[in-house]
């Protein structure tokens, strides 16, 4: 069973400063890995799959990289609705996610 | 535009039995897999089942032999049969569709329905 380990749990960051998270897989999962953001009351939403593919409609200031076990998710400058929670996604695993607070 | 609807959430004692629906439109319903995710209150979320369009199954061991997943491609609609209720399955239950292309990300999920199991 893959574990999907996320850090920092939280981030304490400012509108416009640049946002790094880290998600690491217990075994190799190549290139099979989702980034999802969720805000208060709010479903998911996808951001990247398949590691660094931005899906539909989302902006080019989120970014991810990584293969095998290590995985980043960037946002190069927050914006106010950014502030949010964020998992990451393998399969029928979810990491325990990392929130972004002001 | 895709659009899922979970219904049928609401309080149920432990060890009865509830239905869960998604109706889908806005895309070939029977071309996707698709999946139930839940989310009990102030925690993340937790992946719980997926049925391919082919029918095939698989879950969670949390909820294996407790619950089911089935779909009706006819009404274009999603189900999570939940039997045996216990006070851990409180969640908020989002259906999810997977993403175009396949792969393992979901691209579209319903807005969730809050099923609250408590004596």
């Known amino acids: 069973e893959i574990v999907l380990t996320q850090s920092p749990a939280t981030l304490s960051l400012s509108p416009g400063e640049r946002a790094i998270f880290s998600c690491r897989s217990s075994q190799s999962v190549g290139s099979y890995l989702a980034w999802y953001q969720q805000r208060p009351g709010q479903a998911p939403r996808l951001l990247i799959y398949d590691a660094s593919s931005r899906a539909t409609g989302i902006p080019a200031r989120f970014s991810g990289s990584g293969s095998g076990t290590d995985f980043t998710l960037t946002i190069s400058s927050l914006e106010p609705e950014d502030f949010a929670i964020y998992y990451c996604?393998?399969?029928?695993?979810f990491g325990p996610g990392t929130r972004v607070d002001v | 535009q895709v659009q899922l609807v979970e219904s049928g959430g609401g309080v149920v004692q432990p060890g009865r039995s509830l239905r869960l629906s998604c109706a889908a439109s806005g895309f070939s319903f029977s071309y996707y897999g698709m999946h139930w995710v839940r989310q009990a209150p102030g925690e993340g979320l937790e992946w719980v089942a997926v049925i391919s369009f082919d029918g095939s199954n698989k879950y969670a061991d949390s909820v294996k032999g407790r619950f089911i997943i089935s779909r009706d491609n006819s009404k274009n609609t999603l189900y999570l049969q939940m039997n045996s209720l216990r006070t851990e399955d409180t969640a908020v239950y989002f259906c999810a569709k997977v993403s175009a292309g396949g792969g393992i990300s979901f691209d579209y999920w319903g807005q969730g329905t809050l099923v609250t199991v408590s004596s």
């Open positions: 996604q393998q399969f029928f695993t």
